[in-house]
């Protein structure tokens, strides 16, 4: 099985950039060409939603299109299916180039159930955290988060100059979050807010968490989705209200990943900073009630041992190797795409 990424006429390098994180993390590979079924991904009449659909079980391209203008028409032709990605909002309907393809891989590799609807999603909204550093990613989250229907966002700003950025900092940040038809309320926040929440949920690209598939994040105002944590803001938070989620990319990557050396070279990159993680959280934790130096150093090494060793179960344990179909990894020859579909501009 093989999924690519297509990017039909995008233009910015920072969405391309992206993209480009988004294939690595989700084991899937840029490409100029299409290899098996044509996928695009519009907001256009007759697209079906991107939930409620089976896994993935062939080779697979996801196209996306230009900033502005979208998917050209000879590319939706020439695709076998177009999905678009519902949205609460009424004013913003669409997500970033680079998050709309992110999105729409995860459920196109994984699958869902049907889309739930209810009467009344805001009280069933959990409340969101975003840290960020860079002020174009935070205005595409923010961007985001409006367009799956959150009115209000707390945001530890660590530079990304949202707030009180230069002029020209802010008016990027705000033309990536739509700002002139985003309603979103945008709250000065630090990690200090978790205090007043009774759940919180750290969402984490990969390592030794459950599975996000698994949480429920349907508990209103009392739950806190917190994105963007590093290491060290998990240790310092350090609450038995605190769940780790994770969205398990690495193990795509593992389960795609044929040669053994590479394998091992994954699943460490994910077991050595969850080792990492372990030993600073249980070495703050022991300051707490053990007094002595060396038995704090003991439990932290027990910590990150164990910690460690759960990311590399987990790893090469339940992401078993995707099958290879017969005659190779693709039965379908790279089809080079309409010159129409990839001029740039």
């Known amino acids: 099985m093989t999924l690519s990424f297509l990017a039909d006429r995008v233009e910015n390098p920072a969405n391309l950039a992206r993209i480009d994180d988004a294939a690595m993390l989700l084991g899937a590979l840029r490409s100029s060409s299409i290899v098996g079924r044509l996928i695009a991904v519009e907001n256009t009449a007759g697209a079906r939603s991107v939930y409620g659909r089976r896994p993935l079980s062939g080779d697979a391209t996801l196209v996306v299109g230009n900033e502005r203008r979208g998917l050209s028409r000879e590319t939706l032709r020439r695709a076998d299916e177009t999905v678009v990605i519902p949205t609460l909002s009424r004013t913003v309907t669409t997500l970033n180039v680079a998050a709309a393809l992110a999105v729409a891989a995860w459920y196109v590799l994984h699958g869902s159930g049907a889309q739930r609807h209810v009467t009344t999603p805001e009280i069933r909204m959990p409340a969101l955290l975003i840290i ?19 009115r209000d966002v707390l945001l530890d700003d660590r530079g990304a100059g949202w707030f009180d950025g230069s002029s020209s900092i802010r008016r990027e940040a705000f033309a990536a ?22 759940e919180i949920v750290i969402v984490i690209p990969c390592g030794a968490a459950v599975p ?25 938070i350090g609450t038995d209200r605190v769940r780790v989620a994770t969205l398990g990319v690495g193990q795509i990557a593992f389960a795609v990943a044929r040669p053994l050396p590479l394998r091992a070279a994954i699943a460490a990159a994910f077991a050595v900073p969850a080792a990492i993680a372990g030993y600073h959280a249980v070495l703050g934790l022991s300051q707490i009630g053990v007094p ?3 038995w704090r150093e003991v439990f932290a090494w027990t910590g990150a041992i164990f910690i460690g060793g759960t990311a590399w179960t987990r790893m090469t ?13 693709s039965q379908n020859e790279p089809q080079p795409l309409l010159t129409a579909a990839t001029r740039k501009g």
């Open 132 to 150: 960020g550093d860079d002020h174009v990613e935070v205005g595409s989250s923010l961007r985001s988060a409006a367009a799956f229907g959150f």
């Open 177 to 198: 979050a739509r700002r002139h038809k985003n309603p979103l309320r945008v709250h000065r926040a630090t990690l200090e807010v978790v205090a007043r929440f009774d």
């Open 292 to 294: 002595s130096l060396l």
């Open 317 to 329: 344990v339940f992401a078993e190797p995707l099958p290879l179909r017969p005659g190779g990894a």
């Open 212 to 236: 996000l598939k698994r949480e429920r994040l349907a508990h209103g105002r009392r739950q806190l989705i917190i994105v963007g944590a590093g290491e060290e803001d998990i240790a310092r």
